[in-house]
């Protein structure tokens, strides 16, 4: 079974740049979720997605993220513009149950770094 | 503030040793998870507790969930250098809601 796959791994780019990252989840699982997770730190919760429809993304700071899920497969998640604070792993997720005990497969994650 | 708190932060041992790494909260846990980071790669579940007082082993790993379920412990028996990695316990507070991460302990073990 194939995990979830996640490009690029790693990007640079300077402040006030736009980037988008890509997610594809372990076929089948219909719940979908991005992390950003710190150096130092452990992966928070930015965005979770049931099939194509927004669950929570209370932690999303919506003014500069922005994330879809289009046909509730794969995802694409957006920074614009990029401040330094945004320098992170941001790790996509997928699960066939939500919440509970479900038991997220988690992908190899992106690294940014803003310059 | 961090919902959950992990200790130590760090830990570097000799394999063959044995270890415990804590995970502790103020709040009360439906359900804990842990995980195993290595770099370059996503956290891997695992273990989930559900009940006060449980007991898991895996293999060489055995993992407690407090009577209070407000806190829990994963201990290493002869660590070895593939134990290597960023341990990340996960509390839900209620069935149905997300898991919240702690900050992790990042454990090194030499050969």
């Known amino acids: 079974e194939a995990g979830v796959a996640q490009s690029p791994r790693y990007k640079i780019i300077e402040k006030r740049q736009s980037v988008a990252f890509w997610c594809n989840p372990i076929s089948g699982h219909a719940t979908l979720y991005w992390y950003q997770q710190i150096l130092g730190q452990g992966p928070k919760l930015l965005i979770q997605?049931?099939?194509?429809?927004?669950?929570?993304d209370s932690q999303l700071p919506k003014d500069r993220f922005s994330a879809e899920r289009l046909k509730g497969v794969d995802s694409t998640l957006k920074i614009q513009p990029a401040k330094l604070e945004d320098s992170a792993v941001y790790l996509c997720a997928s699960s066939s149950l939500a919440g509970v005990i479900g038991e997220q497969y988690f992908g190899p994650g992106t690294r940014l770094t803003v310059t | 503030t961090q919902l959950l708190e992990q200790s130590p932060q760090f830990l570097s041992i000799q394999e063959g040793e044995n270890l415990t790494v804590y995970c502790n909260s103020s709040?009360?846990?439906?359900?804990l998870q842990w995980y195993r980071q290595e770099p370059g790669e996503g956290p891997v579940l695992l273990v989930t507790v559900v009940t006060g007082g449980e007991v898991k082993k895996l293999k060489r790993l055995t993992f407690q969930f407090g009577d209070a379920r407000k806190d829990s412990s994963l201990h290493i028996t002869a660590a070895q250098p593939g134990d290597t990695g960023l341990y990340l316990c996960a509390g839900a507070r209620n069935y149905g809601q997300n898991f919240v991460f702690g900050p992790g302990t990042r454990l090194s073990v030499l050969p």
């Open positions: 709040s009360v846990f439906s359900s």
């Open positions: 997605f049931q099939n194509n429809g927004v669950v929570d």
